[in-house]
């Protein structure tokens, strides 16, 4: 089955800091990756995701991710970050190939700091 | 257009007690999903339905977890008897397979968080 890993469970960074949250899946084929964020007390709400072409993607409040297929990586990056970022991320990927659902991370829990 | 609507937001019962969560997702999406929300376990799926019919129910806990969607605007949750352990948040997520399922993003809803006593 596939699956992904967030190896991160909690990051603290400084308000106008960059970002970088990762993601390593493991995935038989070319990979469909999507990244969500989950506002505390609220659900979870795609940032963006990938399918194929261009290996940087960009989304929205920002955001962006670089697939790797050579680091079966797909790390969400911020230039900077601002207090409002401060939430849980979620990286996912479908869990089989065909018409079946997404198989999310653990989830990185990002706290920003003045 | 509202989201994915869930109700109740928030629910406490005492253990034993039969419980359900209602859902009702996006209009003309196709896929439905049910997950649950714990610190110990994370985001879990419980089950998937495609156009009314259910999926895959394989992330269902056990028997006393059960879920239905009579039509397209309407699925429930249900769980008897309740425990402690069943203490979550429980989403629901729908999306819409006409341009191709896996290009697709799950629309949540905001959740209804569940204390078992």
């Known amino acids: 089955a596939q699956s992904v890993t967030q190896p991160d469970i909690h990051i603290t960074v400084s308000e106008g800091a960059s970002l970088e949250l990762r993601c390593n899946y493991s995935?038989?084929?070319?990979?469909?990756l999507f990244w969500y964020v989950q506002s505390p007390g609220q659900g979870l709400q795609l940032l963006l995701k990938?399918?194929?072409?261009?290996?940087l993607v960009q989304g929205i409040k920002g955001f962006e991710a670089e697939f790797k297929r050579s680091q079966s990586s797909f790390n969400l990056r911020k230039p900077s970050v601002h207090w409002s970022d401060a939430a849980e991320y979620f990286c996912?990927?479908?869990?089989?190939?065909?018409?079946?659902?997404?198989?999310f991370g653990k989830g990185t829990r990002l706290s920003v700091i003045a | 257009d509202a989201g994915v609507i869930q109700s109740p937001r928030h629910e406490v019962t005492e253990m034993g007690q039969e419980v359900t969560l209602r859902c009702k997702p996006i209009?003309?999406?196709?896929?439905l999903f049910w997950y649950r929300q714990t610190m110990m376990r994370g985001l879990e799926l419980l089950i998937y339905f495609n156009n009314n019919v259910p999926i895959d129910d394989s992330g269902m806990p056990e028997d006393r977890f059960s879920a239905k969607m009579p039509n397209a605007s309407f699925s429930t949750l249900k769980i008897q008897p309740s425990e402690p352990r069943d203490s979550a948040v429980y989403f629901c997520a729908s999306s819409f397979s006409g341009e191709g399922w896996l290009g697709n993003e799950q629309f949540f809803g905001p959740g209804t968080r569940l204390t078992v006593l």
């Open positions: 209009s003309g999406h196709d896929y």
């Open positions: 995935y038989g084929a070319t990979p469909y």
């Open positions: 996912a990927v479908p869990s089989n190939s065909g018409n079946t659902p997404l198989v």
């Open positions: 990938y399918f194929s072409g261009d290996t």
